[in-house]
């Protein structure tokens, strides 16, 4: 064979692989447009769904539930943007599978039944913190930012020197303002319990050690206090909660990754490959 036939022969597969990519990149995209035009029929009943923990908030407080469009344009803008979260939260799945189903060829028996778990895990922590975002975080964020109506009317009251004082400053939210702090909370903890699916995948690679979790454990409880100091309101309790959460998340890392390499020592053993390590 010369030297353009085996060029050709090696561009061959290169071009089915790239054929393949883009095949599943347009399907990625057409579910994603399907599932966004959904997100978009239904936008107004999810925005009614994230608003439940604001209105409780209000209602503990004797205040009405209301929001308030700032901008002409703002009302289409918070449509558009719940249809996208919407409509990347429904479509993830699809897109998930069709890049399995790329890269899944490529890849050894053992290495795929590795590789799954994690794939499906990480949708399923990430629900799993937002969830506790939106049940948990979200009531205390609230009625720890709306207890700053008090303080301005204390504020007002003290500087008019009246009999009848004025009722100070009430909450009347920006819909698009309250919409992005509300996805803030649910995205940044829906990422913070994606550490023990990322710290275990690792594991699983070879590239970090239980035995090197634990030695740097100290400087792990630092880096889970200052996110939680930037992700959740300025109350500590709020952080604690954040803290109480994800720390524990770290330990069962921990312990997964320790059992996996416990079954990789009793493997390499019964293959006689294992090797001890030089003290």
Known sequence: MSHTDEMDASAAP?????????????????????????????????????????????????????????????????????????????????????????????????????????????????????????????????????????????????????????????YTGSVEAFLALTMTFVMAFGLCFQLPVLLTLMGKAGIISSQGLKATRKYAIVAIMAVAAVVTPPDVFSQLILFAAVYPLYEISIFMIGRFERDREAQARADGTWVEDEE
Request: net charge positive; glycine share 8%; aromatic share 18%.
């Open 14 to 170: 290169l071009i089915e692989h790239l054929k393949e990519l883009r095949n599943r990149i347009l399907i990625s995209i057409a579910a994603f447009a399907v599932c966004f035009l959904l997100g978009y029929l239904v936008w107004d009943k999810i925005f009614n769904i994230l608003s439940i923990p604001m209105c409780k908030a209000l209602a503990d407080r004797g205040q009405e539930c209301q929001f308030i469009l700032v901008k002409l344009q703002e009302g289409f803008f918070v449509a558009i943007k719940i249809a996208v979260w919407g409509g990347f939260a429904l479509a993830f799945p699809i897109v998930a599978f069709q890049m399995w189903r790329f890269v899944a060829p490529g890849l050894y028996r053992n290495e795929k039944a590795a590789f799954l778990p994690f794939l499906v895990a990480s949708p399923v922590m990430f629900i799993i913190g937002a969830s506790f975002a939106y049940f948990v975080i979200l009531p205390f964020a609230f009625a720890f930012f709306l207890g700053f109506q008090d303080n301005f009317k204390d504020a007002m009251e003290a500087g008019a020197g009246l009999a009848a004082a004025p009722k100070g400053v009430v």
